[in-house]
């Protein structure tokens, strides 16, 4: 019997089988694009840009059709399906790939990448260390690390004042499925809890968890700020996200093909920059007109020391995790890191 993954996969490999047997002068390559986030969200907003540049590029030679949370699965099932091929990208937060590569949490850990989000973007778009060195972690479960960017600044939504380790105490914070979310979190003294992202807004109202993490433009889209009390900026980083695609897939097509991807993908470093910084402004906005109660907190240097010092504990966690690759990894991006901020 068929689960519902594979019969999945087995309708969108007989549509694109079925693409093959038409004339190539009457059908357009169809690329499918993944996204885990609902439509008018960053996601969406940098797959719809996708789409309209690879559709002109190509005269619409190429047609790219795009597809949003729930649609074809978890964020962990797509990054699957685009590792065979059935889908030729995937969006989703990085989150999400700790299970797949282990890696990539890299980008967890709290308090590591720059804060300053122009810094930030330059080391997810022009690091060494993650193109060359991460991505070869990448190609070794099949995908190939296309791009990364950053949502924004990550803020707790929750049902009480947090300003010390001591006020997450019995606390349920919902985090992604990745073992270092959780140890994150449970070093900063909350006890997390995984849950998929659908299922958020109603684990916040019916008392499931407490509190959950994510960048402002999903608060907003997903509602979460109606069933929470605080938002509460932490300092401990942002929300990172990976667009992959199956490296088989990638490496079969024609160079020109390949090229296509790569300087569309680097042309829209600056376009994502300023949409994230346009939708992060926008929908606090947003979300203070519709609640003018909810109450915002930007926790000190001092308090974010206290939380930076409990996650002391993570980076081993990570190593743990990784082994001497995951070390060496780290090493060498803090040591990117400090000479780019030189």
Do not use: C
């Not at 047609?63 to 978890?74: A, M, N, Q, R």
Request: aromatic share 8%.
């Amino acid at each position: 019997m068929f689960n519902q993954k594979t019969l999945l996969k087995n309708i969108l490999l007989s549509t694109t089988l079925a693409a093959t047997l038409v004339p190539a002068i009457a059908m357009a390559e169809q690329w499918k694009f993944a996204v885990e986030e609902i439509p008018n969200s960053i996601m969406d907003a940098y797959a719809q840009e996708f789409k309209k540049r690879i559709e002109s590029e190509t005269n619409g030679d190429i047609t790219v059709t795009i597809y949003h949370l729930g649609s074809l699965g978890t964020p962990t099932e797509l990054v699957g399906l685009a590792a065979d091929g059935v889908v030729q990208f995937a969006n989703v937060s990085i989150g999400n790939l700790g299970t797949i590569v282990p890696e990539s949490q890299i980008f967890l850990l709290p308090y590591t990448l720059p804060s300053d989000e122009e810094k930030l973007s330059r080391v997810l778009s022009e690091s060494d260390v993650i193109y060359n060195e991460l991505g070869n972690d990448f190609e070794s479960k099949g995908l190939k690390l296309q791009t990364l960017y950053s949502e924004g600044p990550q803020v707790w939504t929750t049902n009480r004042e947090i300003r010390t380790p001591e006020d997450f105490d019995n606390f349920k914070m919902r985090v992604m499925v990745s073992p270092i979310l959780l140890e994150a979190y449970e070093d900063m003294g909350a006890s997390p809890t995984p849950l998929d992202f659908g299922e958020v807004y109603g684990a916040l109202q019916l008392g499931q968890v407490d509190g959950q993490v994510n960048p402002v433009p999903a608060i907003e889209e997903m509602k979460f700020y109606e069933v929470s009390d605080y938002m509460i900026w932490a300092g401990a980083g942002d929300l990172v996200t990976a667009v992959v695609s199956g490296s088989d897939w990638y490496e079969s097509l024609a160079p020109e093909r390949q090229q296509l991807i790569d300087d569309t993908l680097q042309d829209m470093e600056g376009f994502i920059y300023d949409t994230v910084a346009d939708y992060n402004k926008e929908k606090l906005e947003n979300i203070k007109k519709n609640k003018p109660d909810i109450k915002i907190i930007e926790l000190s240097e001092e308090e974010q020391k206290a939380f930076e010092e409990r996650t002391r504990d993570t980076y081993k966690a990570y190593t743990d995790i990784t082994g001497k690759r995951g070390k060496k990894l780290l090493d060498d991006l803090n040591q990117e890191i400090d000479s780019m901020e030189k």
